[in-house]
């Protein structure tokens, strides 16, 4: 028998990999199953480059001759660079990462007092790996084992897909959205 605390950190790292359309709400939770179910493991910082698309707006890829007079980046190619604090919790065997606070200003030219700055530099986005639908559908699931009744209610009615899956959260909020299409277009054809 696998313990509900278990499944809750495995359907969250699934969910994880693509959070649904209430992503405040969703990483509200997961801040709180962070702290209930994990522990705090120390920071990490991730550096996040945004390119510059050059001086009309057209994406160009590192510095080049539109980039030698552009305003935005000043010949470099690179619009903004940001540095982000990133808390890493361990929750089972999986960790998750939550945002501190983020700068503008590179590690060596700081003066924030932190400390320790993180064991691992991330250098762009995180990328989780993708399990196709699962993640729409462990999301319900975890919404439902936490008794998020009002945000598995609202993902159960705004967010169904096209397509049929063989994932029982996921028929069901196929055939909930079904319904209320049903119930839209009877109303509409009453008023």
């Not at 001086?55 to 940001?82: F, K, L, M, N, V």
């Not at 932190?114 to 064991?119: D, P």
């Not at 598995?152 to 967010?159: I, K, M």
């Amino acid at each position: 028998m696998i313990p509900l605390s278990s499944l809750r950190c495995w359907l969250l790292h699934l969910a994880n990999a693509d959070p649904p359309m209430h992503r405040e709400a969703f990483y509200a939770l997961k801040d709180r199953l962070c702290r209930r179910y994990g522990y705090f493991d120390g920071y990490d910082l991730q550096h996040l480059v945004q390119p510059c698309w050059g001086a009309h707006g057209e994406r160009d890829e590192g510095p080049a001759q539109s980039h030698a007079t552009c305003g935005r980046c000043g010949g470099t190619g690179i619009y903004r660079a940001r540095w982000v604090r990133l808390e890493r919790w361990q929750v089972g065997a999986f960790v998750f990462h939550r945002p501190v606070n983020s700068t503008d200003i590179p590690p060596q030219e700081r003066q924030w007092g932190w400390g320790e700055w993180g064991r691992e530099v991330i250098e762009g986005p995180i990328h989780h790996p993708r399990h196709g639908r699962c993640h729409a559908e462990a999301c319900l699931w975890l919404y439902l084992l936490c008794g998020e009744w009002h945000l598995w209610g609202q993902a159960l009615t705004t967010e169904w897909t096209s397509g049929w899956y063989a994932w029982p959260m996921l028929v069901l909020q196929r055939g909930t959205g079904a319904v209320l299409v049903c119930r839209r277009r009877c109303k509409s054809q009453k008023g």
